[in-house]
């Protein structure tokens, strides 16, 4: 228990690091830091507003170790890696309008398709060893369970979420 503890400080303190790096960085000037260095700044940005939304959530449910590791795995993203997972994130959005719209069917190749885009989202941001068929179909279910994920998905037509929901747990075995 001490070491899992000892570690999550040491995460906490690694990232508490980083930001006091950034912020001395932006207090110098903008303009002076390099493209990556504006980069590593806005990849804290979106570790921060993570932890502030469902920190305090993923670490009651899944302990501090998952949280951590969820931010270590996006602080070491890089720019080809993340801009690629925004990209499929889109593509995964479109997908699912379009197929709303179409009324197509989940369980038929357009739901095989978002749902194999889905898990190479997800590759993104969970390690190998925590994804399973179960656990994807786990936080498929969170889509149309949980408002937030639902309003996600749904914002710009509602159906989305059902659908992703629907085809992961069709072709994800």
């Known amino acids: 228990a001490l070491q899992s503890h000892l570690a999550a400080l040491e995460a906490r303190r690694t990232r508490l690091d980083a930001l006091i790096l950034t912020v001395k960085k932006t207090l110098k000037g903008a303009s002076m830091m390099s493209d990556l260095e504006?980069?590593?700044?806005?990849?804290?940005?979106?570790?921060?507003e993570n932890e502030e939304t469902y920190g305090a959530e993923v670490r009651a449910r899944y302990g501090n170790e998952v949280m951590d590791r969820a931010n270590a795995r996006t602080a070491q993203l890089t720019q080809e890696q993340y801009?690629?997972?925004?990209?499929?994130?889109?593509?995964?959005?479109?997908?699912?309008?379009?197929?709303?719209?179409?009324?197509?069917?989940?369980?038929?190749?357009?739901?095989l398709d978002l749902a194999l885009r889905h898990k190479a989202w997800l590759s993104h941001s969970w390690e190998e060893r925590w994804y399973s068929p179960e656990a994807h179909r786990m936080l498929a279910a969170m889509y149309t369970e949980d408002e937030r994920f639902t309003a996600y998905y749904d914002r710009a037509l509602p159906g989305c979420a059902a659908f992703l929901r629907a085809a992961i747990e069709a072709h994800i075995q």
């Open 38 to 48: 504006k980069f590593e700044c806005f990849k804290q940005k979106v570790i921060r």
């Open 83 to 111: 801009w690629a997972m925004a990209t499929l994130e889109g593509e995964i959005r479109t997908g699912l309008e379009a197929a709303v719209r179409s009324g197509a069917d989940p369980a038929g190749d357009v739901g």
